[in-house]
T-cell receptor
Framework: EPEVTQTPSHQVTQMGQEVILRCVPI?????FYWYRQILGQKVEFLVS????????KSEIFDDQFSVERPDGSNFTLKIRSTKLEDSAMYFCASSAPGPHEQYFGPGTRLTVT | AQRVTQPEKLLSVFKGAPVELKCNYSYSGSPELFWYVQYSRQRLQLLLR??SRESIKGFTADLNKGETSFHLKKPFAQEEDSAMYYC?????????????FGTGTQLKVEL
């Protein structure tokens, strides 16, 4: 069964550094999402992406965040200048068009020191 | 604004006992409700959705629009049901389906 994959599984970075989190969605899916979960808190929506552009973003997704689908298979989340409060588990998800199930990746644990 | 409330952080039941995980939502449009489950060290996976009205692993959930609830139920808990359960609310926007999650309920089934 196809799965969403994410790399790396754990990323440690220093405050102020840029990080890129990578995701490979399921191949015939057209909608892509990033969520994050700060330790002990709920899963929060960051951004959705369709047809090579952002379709919706939350208030968390400010100017330091960006997403890209550089090559038709990868879907990336870039954090330009990381802050301590960006430490969280970041989940990628993808879905087929319409009100379909979102398939989640295993997550990337980002630790900002 | 979309909001999902799961009032219990932890629910502990004995094997064979009935389970009910509570979920209430707030949404002005036509809601789409889901239950996701996360077993230990595994990814989030869809357990069931209200639109399909099916029973998965013995779990059912009925959407009650009057009470704005989507409680998850199982008549007889099994040890393998121990996991984190998240209620999620979706709403179609621009063709996508952003999910708003509750805080989750950790279900522990004891022998």
């Amino acid at each position: 069964e196809p799965e969403v994959t994410q790399t790396p599984s754990h990323q440690v970075t220093q405050m102020g550094q840029e990080v890129i989190l990578r995701c490979v969605p399921i191949s015939n899916h057209l909608y892509f999402y990033w969520y994050r979960q700060i330790l002990g808190q709920k899963v929060e929506f960051l951004v959705s992406f369709y047809n090579n552009e952002i379709s919706e973003k939350s208030e968390i997704f400010d100017d330091q965040f960006s997403v890209e689908r550089p090559d038709g298979s990868n879907f990336t989340l870039k954090i330009r200048s990381t802050k301590l409060e960006d430490s969280a588990m970041y989940f990628c998800a993808s879905s087929a068009p319409g009100p379909h199930e979102q398939y989640f990746g295993p997550g990337t644990r980002l630790t900002v020191t | 604004a979309q909001r999902v409330t799961q009032p219990e952080k932890l629910l502990s039941v004995f094997k064979g006992a009935p389970v009910e995980l509570k979920c209430n939502y707030s949404y002005s449009g036509s809601p789409e409700l889901f239950w996701y489950v996360q077993y230990s060290r595994q990814r989030l996976q869809l357990l069931l959705r209200h639109i399909s009205r099916e029973s998965i692993k013995g779990f059912t959930a009925d959407l009650n629009k009057g009470e704005t609830s989507f409680h998850l139920k199982k008549p007889f808990a099994q040890e393998e049901d121990s996991a984190m359960y998240y209620c999620a609310l979706g709403g179609l926007t621009g063709g996508g389906n952003k999910l708003t999650f509750g805080t989750g309920t950790q279900l522990k089934v004891e022998l």
